[in-house]
């Protein structure tokens, strides 16, 4: 499920591309070059979202196909066994579900974007909002070592004026070697921090270092957090058949063609 | 109010001695006494005097008039004599009470415990009807029901209007009225009737009929009469005319 | 005191005409008062019973927490001990368990989010029943089982007829996912449009399937006894303390006023409208008198005069013009209350106001008004009226006992 967190960060990342090479490297560059952490031309693999409640917790494991650079995604749930078979699929702006008991891909309406997913402390909207990197400006706020000596540097990302944004400021925290993204603050309008996401077990597969373990934590509900973990098997910038991400799949995992 | 309740109704307690002789003709008691008694009237800044330093004494049981031209002043001598007006100098009495003194209510009081009064005309109240019309100065002296109503029935009869007790003001004629209006005025015991003009709406007939009977109460009764009028029929009636001109007794 | 009325009456009666005018300056205004307020406990009533019987009941219960739970569904996981407690209590007339899900309504291409009413169909869910909405196809009937009954404008928008299947879908992290393909068997008009744009009604068992939980609520809906309109509120809250002690900590009791807070609002909008309308009302009703008697004055000045010069005291003519005012007042208040009263009996049986459907059923009434009015406000109305006029009466009494009796004697009106 961290691909959700990937996918939300790589929407901060769309930012124009403004590096210069020699010069000190400015917010924006670091913003860019973290981005390029995350940017595939296709991706597969399989996930665990454990989401917990004061009371309660539910695990869920998911096998997630992207392509497009995430234009197109497809999600299928393997567990637990009420919601194995079940999926989504998401087509640009589109998105449908599937469920075995309905027999056929139901269309969502814009308004379940914004809902939680699957209950958890996320929400599809963000995923489509592809301008979500111009509607914010990029500073760098400072550097520090951290305990082991790495450089982390701090971004902080405030919506423009006019840009219709929910939140009110978003702070990142990345490693200056690497521009791995360790953390990051979300702030609503009135500047309360409301949740806080940490990235940790990175893995470096091809030029790119990608964190396999996310932690979202809902600072406005107490015992609201959810963990996601993407199984180390991962493959980035493959081949996916077209067909994988159609309605046809959806219902029917035979329609797939071959991955 | 202790120098009005004082009076009482003394005179008139004697009335079954009557026997038909006046017995109150000529007594020395004073019923009313002015002494340079002025009014002055002021309408837009110009004062128009009414009323000259007039001295004048009425005793108990005169029958008198005041006389004199349209303008001399007749009605205001009576009104301030009524205590409907305040002098603008001198002093009125009433049976040794100085007016002068006298709050609004307490003038109220002695006019209605002492001084009856008849009008020109309008006289009555018009919805009430001829017997309560005459009942009326009695109610508000608090007379009890019966007695008030006895005194009236007795009196209207003696005016000769009996009959015509129930009716209402303006099914009586104009004579019949001022008998109603002299009823009251007379009902109420008082040391004093004033009447101004008693007779002018009247035809002579009936001038001379209330005349004949005012003349019988003051007789029978004793009552007191001081009439204001230029009417010769009237004058002629009287036995004392006072005459004014200019607002001066001459 | 006799004589005083006597005369007070009879010069009432010499200038008839005057005397109802004033009448009706006082009549009048009690009774379009009386019936105002009696309209306007209709409307009050009107509004809290299509919220309370509808809607919110009168009393609810929920999880203690469902206000802050913003995941998951606030579910009572199992009601029967919350209806077991309900069911001994004598204040309460009746209940009804509801179970209130937002889900997704699918149909061809297209879906929507809905919110679904699990209802118990027939008698018992009589208070929840969205019956007296269906416009076409039937209500929900006892022994129902995948049907629904869905709002007009939803069908429009999923372009769906009565007579096909919708999709259910209702996802929540605590039960799961759930799917129903019910038969639309009836269309709601609701009389809000966003309401008929969102509402799914169907057998309470059906929702339950949705959660996966044969024993789960979202709300026991409550009626209490001998509740008529918003004036109850007190017995209202009572009862809501009562039965939150009875159930306890875990659960939530709440009164339809805390639930529907428009409606409250609105009543707040009302009443001040009534009360500025019944000032007025009282004002000129109020002039008018002053302006009668005021003119009675005038018109007796020389015979006032006459009676001020024969000694009466100040205070003794004022005391007739205030008999006479009292009498009036008197007269009109009674008259009016017994009219206004009568003609709110007759309202209290229930009436339509022709050609107002749209615009009352907009606003969530029901264009059938049953006018009331307490005790407490039928005196208002006719004893506020009698002070007013009587205060009316105080200037020209005051202008009648200041008269000088000469000059009062010589006027020429
Ligand atoms: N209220 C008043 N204001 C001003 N002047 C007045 C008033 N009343 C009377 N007068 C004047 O005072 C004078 C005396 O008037 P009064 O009425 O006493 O005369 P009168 O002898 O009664 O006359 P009449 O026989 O016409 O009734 C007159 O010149 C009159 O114009
Ligand atoms: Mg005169």
Redesign the pocket.
């Known amino acids: 499920m961290s691909r959700f967190y990937a996918l939300t960060l790589l929407l901060l990342l769309m930012l124009p591309w403004a590096a210069s090479a020699g010069e000190p490297r400015s917010g924006a560059d670091l913003l860019a070059c973290a981005r390029h952490n995350w940017v595939t031309s296709s991706y597969h693999g399989s996930e665990d979202l454990k989401v917990f409640r004061a009371d309660f917790s539910k695990e869920f494991r998911m096998e997630v196909w992207s392509a497009q650079e995430n234009k197109q995604v497809m999600i299928r749930l393997l567990a637990p066994a009420a919601e194995a078979g079940s999926g989504y699929l998401l087509k640009g702006d589109q998105l449908w579900y599937y469920s075995p008991a309905a027999g056929q891909a139901v269309p969502l309406p814009s308004a379940s974007l914004s809902q939680a997913f699957l209950g958890s402390d996320l929400n599809l909207e963000d995923l489509y909002r592809g301008t979500l990197s111009e509607q914010y400006t990029v500073k760098l706020a400072g550097s520090r070592k951290d305990k082991s000596g790495r450089l982390i540097d701090h971004l902080v990302l405030t919506p423009k004026p006019e840009a219709p944004v929910v939140y009110g400021r978003l702070e990142l925290d990345l490693l200056d070697s690497n521009c791995a993204v360790l953390l990051m603050d979300t702030y609503d309008q009135r500047n309360s921090l409301i949740r806080e996401t940490s990235f940790s077990d990175f893995v470096v597969r091809g030029g790119r270092v990608i964190p396999t373990k996310t932690i979202s934590n809902d600072l406005l509900h107490q015992g609201n957090y959810s963990e996601s973990t993407v199984d180390p098997s991962f493959e980035l910038d493959i081949a996916i058949p077209p067909e994988r991400f159609s309605l046809a799949c959806l219902a029917d995992d035979s329609q797939c063609g071959s991955p | 109010m202790k120098t009005v309740g004082a009076y009482g109704h003394a005179p008139l307690q004697r009335k079954n001695n009557v026997n038909g002789e006046n017995r109150y003709k000529m007594t020395n008691e004073l019923v009313v006494r002015t002494e340079r008694l002025s009014?002055s009237?002021?309408?837009d800044g110009i004062e128009?005097?009414?009323?000259r330093g007039v001295n004048l004494k009425i005793r108990a049981g005169e029958f008198a008039a005041?006389a004199?031209?349209?303008?001399?002043?007749?009605?205001?001598?009576?009104?301030l004599i009524g205590g409907l007006l305040r002098p603008t100098s001198g002093q009125v009495w009433i049976e040794q009470q100085a007016l002068g003194g006298l709050t609004p209510d307490q003038l109220a009081r002695l006019r209605l415990r002492r001084i009856g009064f008849v009008f020109?005309a309008y006289n009555l109240i018009p919805v009430l009807t001829a017997l309560e019309n005459t009942e009326f100065v009695m109610e508000l002296q608090g007379v009890p029901e019966g007695q008030r109503r006895d005194r009236a029935l007795e009196l209207l009869s003696i005016l000769e209007i009996a009959e015509y007790a129930d009716r209402f003001p303006n099914k009586l004629s104009g004579g019949e009225q001022q008998r109603v209006a002299v009823a009251r005025a007379v009902a109420a015991r008082p040391a004093l009737v004033l009447a101004?003009?008693p007779t002018a709406n009247l035809d002579s007939e009936s001038g001379q009929k209330l005349m004949d009977l005012l003349r019988r109460l003051n007789h029978e009764r004793g009552v007191t009469f001081l009439f204001?009028?230029?009417d010769p029929r009237l004058l002629n009636q009287v036995e004392r005319v006072i005459e004014?001109h200019d607002?001066v007794i001459g | 005191m006799r004589f005083s009325l006597r005369l007070a009456w009879r010069n009432l009666s010499r200038n008839r005409r005057r005397s109802v005018l004033t009448l009706l300056a006082v009549l009048l205004p009690v009774l379009i008062l009386d019936l105002m307020w009696g309209f306007s406990n209709a409307v009050q009533r009107n509004l809290f019973e299509s919220t309370t019987q509808l809607e919110t009941g009168h009393l609810q219960v929920h999880r203690a927490d469902y206000r802050q739970l913003q995941t998951g569904l606030p579910l009572i996981q199992n009601v029967t001990p919350v209806l077991q407690i309900i069911a001994q209590d004598p204040a309460i007339e009746r209940f009804a368990v509801r179970l209130d899900l937002p889900a997704l309504a699918a149909h061809g291409d297209r879906s929507r989010g809905v919110l679904l009413r699990g209802v118990r169909p027939g008698k018992a869910g009589q208070l929840s029943a969205l019956d007296k909405w269906v416009r076409t196809g039937r209500p929900l009937k006892a022994g129902d089982r995948k049907v629904a009954l869905a709002g007009s404008n939803l069908l429009k928008a999923l372009h769906l007829k009565v007579g096909q299947s919708v999709i259910l879908l209702s996802a929540s992290l605590r039960t799961g996912t759930g799917v129903l393909i019910p038969k639309v068997v009836g269309s709601l008009a609701p009389p809000s449009p966003q309401l008929s744009r969102s509402i799914i009604e169907l057998p309470l068992a059906d929702a339950r399937s949705l959660v996966h939980n044969p024993q789960a609520a979202s709300s026991v809906v409550v009626l209490l006894k001998d509740i008529s309109g918003p004036w109850d509120q007190s017995r209202i809250e009572r009862e809501a303390r009562s039965l939150q002690a009875k159930l306890g900590p875990d659960y939530l009791v709440e009164t339809w006023a805390e639930l529907a807070p428009a409606t409250v609002g609105l009543f707040k909008i009302i009443q001040p409208l009534y009360l500025a309308f019944s000032l007025i009302f009282f004002l000129l009703g109020g002039l008018v008198v002053l302006n009668t008697l005021y003119l009675s004055v005038l018109e007796r000045t020389r015979e006032l005069g006459v009676v001020l010069a024969l000694g009466s005291s100040r205070r003794r003519v004022l005391g007739w013009i205030e008999v006479e005012a009292v009498l009036l007042a008197g007269l009109g208040a009674l008259l009016g209350s017994a009219l206004g009263l009568a003609l709110v009996g007759w309202g209290s049986l229930g009436f339509r106001l022709p050609g107002f459907y749209a615009e009352f059923v907009s606003i969530g009434l029901n264009n059938i008004f049953y006018l009331s009015i307490s005790p407490a406000e039928a005196a208002l109305s006719a004893g506020l009226m009698f002070v007013l006029a009587l205060t009316a009466a105080a200037y020209p009494g005051w202008r009648a006992a200041r008269l000088e009796p000469?000059?009062a004697m010589?006027f020429a009106g």
Do not use: I, N
């Not at chain 2, 128009?48 to 009323?51: D, E, G, I, L, S």
């Not at chain 2, 004199?68 to 009104?79: E, F, M, R, V, Y």
């Open positions: 009014k009237y002021v309408a128009t005097p009414a009323v005041l004199g031209p349209s303008g001399s002043g007749k009605s205001t001598l009576l009104h020109q101004d003009e204001a009028s230029h004014l607002g | 000469v000059e010589h």
